[in-house]
């Protein structure tokens, strides 16, 4: 759905092809933005349209998509009081421009992107794993891990038995 | 000396010390950090000259176990995050899939939800009091704010049968009607509780060694607490006049009059003092709410089985510890494609390294306390 809205306009007019979508949901915007440009939009939003808080920033996985990931940044204006959505796809070896410079917040939501996706963030002064341990196999949050698999190796190799589950 | 400015977790080579330094680590068995918070600190003497937080030991992969479970099956799972105030994140996940599916909970679910989630509000304040004064060498505050906050856990009892993981609501209403004496008990608890905050203020506000382990300890600028993403109590105590039930009200709070305390400074005094605000502006709520609560049903027309349309929505709620947010997606089917949660505690605790730097050891608990982490929702 096309959208008329004010504030989508001003980002058309600034950055053209580089918003690849906009529509409206329950009065937000939401805006598929080029992945190149991912951090210039950010810092535009920031500055100019002054969506200074970084609420969250995550990811999404659709597997059987061309570009599989969605990276999701939900920002918020204290000024407007309103929501922006920024959203940017990926395939799983494209890197994504880190937005950790514009909000320093960014640092741990995108390790946690990396940890649960495997998404590397180009930029990011320190991308490690935050919540599972260092030696962690796979990317949990991406739709073809299968939660079993960790659970019966682990069976395997510890009680030497073959998992019921 | 190193530069203070370079993160602990980035320098070049961090087995490369200055003569001076060592590298002390805290955790995460440690009474102090609340549960398994793993804190490595890089010290200069008693100084502290950066650190890291490492986490994820009681991560349960509550996002993952969404997507095998249904809309309903999910909702017990996510009081096992914020466990000293799972009826805000159970608020926080039943209107966020409401907004999903175009339903609302009528009128005296929405009431019953705000004094539930207002008394929340207090326990989770209290316990926060409690332990944050203990770790700061005040022990006397813990007794009376236990005693306090098992009056509330009381009525959670009564009225659903659990004190800690409640799953008090459901999506579209409530579950339970409120019983008979539901506005009797709250007030009854309410009428002298301001009293009682007076208590606690009268043993820490001008108390010499508590203003002195907490003023000027850890501060964050405006500036910097919103570059930080905080939310909440902490970015309150900075100066930032924002609350969620005030910006985007959700269940009954545009109804009822209330004021949002901010601080000045940002340091760990002034949230102390944001937080005692708070805790009196809820017991105004809550005394406000019980006056009229509608009659009616309490559950709103959804079906039995959940099925929203496709599509996405971001919710956020002001839980205790700020601003919990819900971004789930739907594809159709009776189950969630993704369910992410914008924890408030993981966000609020990347600052801590920001707050710590120039600090002595002894401030690291007042810190870790000051934030007001829970590591069931820091890690999920």
Same mark, same amino acid.
């Given at each position: ?11 058309? #007019?600034?950055? =053209?092809?580089?918003? /690849?979508? !906009?529509?409206? &949901?329950? @009065?937000?915007?939401? *805006?598929?933005?080029?992945? #190149?440009?991912? =951090?210039?939009?950010? /810092?535009? !939003?920031?500055? &100019?349209? @002054?969506?200074?808080? *970084? ?111 | ?380």
């Amino acid at each position: 759905m096309a959208l008329d809205n004010d504030l989508v306009k001003r980002y058309k #007019e600034k950055f =053209g092809p580089a918003i /690849l979508e !906009s529509w409206t &949901d329950r @009065k937000q915007a939401i *805006l598929v933005v080029a992945r #190149e440009l991912l =951090g210039e939009i950010a /810092l535009y !939003s920031r500055d &100019d349209e @002054k969506f200074d808080w *970084l609420s969250d920033l995550t990811a999404v996985d659709w597997p059987k998509r061309e570009k599989r990931f969605d990276i999701v940044l939900n920002m918020y204006s204290f000024e407007k009081n309103e929501r922006l959505r920024l959203k940017a796809h990926a395939t799983a070896d494209e890197r994504v421009p880190s937005v950790q410079g514009i909000w320093s917040t960014a640092n741990w939501m995108e390790r946690e992107v990396y940890d649960m996706f495997g998404v590397i963030f180009e930029g990011h002064p320190d991308l490690k794993r935050i919540l599972l341990p260092d030696e962690w196999q796979g990317h949990p949050l991406r739709k073809d891990y299968d939660i079993l698999t960790q659970d019966t190796a682990w069976v395997r190799e510890n009680l030497g038995i073959e998992s019921g589950q | 000396m190193p530069d203070e400015r370079i993160p602990f977790a980035t320098h070049a080579d961090q087995t490369v010390l200055g003569a001076d330094e060592i590298i002390l680590n805290m955790g995460p068995q440690h009474p102090s950090t609340h549960g398994v918070l793993r804190v490595k600190l890089r010290l200069d003497g008693e100084k502290v000259i950066g650190s890291e937080c490492v986490i994820g030991y009681l991560h349960r992969g509550v996002e993952k176990i969404a997507e095998h479970r249904t809309y309903t099956q999910f909702a017990p799972y996510v009081d096992r995050m914020d466990y000293v105030a799972a009826v805000s994140n159970g608020l926080g996940y039943c209107e966020a899939v409401e907004k999903l599916l175009g339903a609302e909970a009528p009128p005296r679910a929405r009431v019953i939800r705000t004094i539930l989630t207002e008394m929340q509000r207090i326990a989770s304040h209290l316990f926060w009091l409690g332990t944050h004064a203990l770790d700061i060498g005040a022990l006397t505050p813990l007794f009376y704010c236990l005693r306090e906050r098992e009056e509330i856990l009381k009525i959670f009892e009564k009225y659903c049968g659990a004190r800690l993981t409640t799953h008090a609501f459901r999506i579209g209403g409530l579950q339970y009607e409120a019983y008979d004496e539901l506005e009797k008990d709250v007030e009854r608890f309410c009428t002298p509780f301001d009293k009682r905050v007076d208590e606690y203020e009268s043993l820490l506000t001008e108390n010499r060694i508590w203003v002195g382990r907490t003023k000027g300890v850890g501060i964050l600028t405006a500036k910097e607490a919103i570059d930080y993403g905080a939310s909440g109590p902490v970015l309150r105590a900075s100066g930032v006049k924002w609350d969620i039930r005030k910006a985007m009200p959700y269940a009954a709070y545009d109804q009822y009059k209330f004021e949002i305390p901010t601080g000045k400074n940002g340091d760990t005094y002034d949230r102390y003092i944001v937080r005692m605000e708070e805790m009196r502006q809820s017991r105004l709520i809550c005394l406000q709410a019980i006056e009229n609560i509608p009659a009616g049903p309490i559950m709103g027309k959804v079906g039995k089985v959940l099925k929203p349309p496709p599509g996405e929505v971001y919710h956020s709620i002001e839980a205790p510890k700020g601003e919990l947010g819900y971004y789930i997606i739907s594809d159709g089917t009776t189950q969630p494609y993704r369910v992410r949660i914008r924890p408030p505690s993981l966000i609020n605790l990347e600052a801590f390294d920001k707050m710590i730097r120039g600090h002595l050891v002894a401030d690291v608990v007042a810190i870790i306390g000051t934030l007001d982490i829970v590591l069931g929702e820091v890690d999920r």
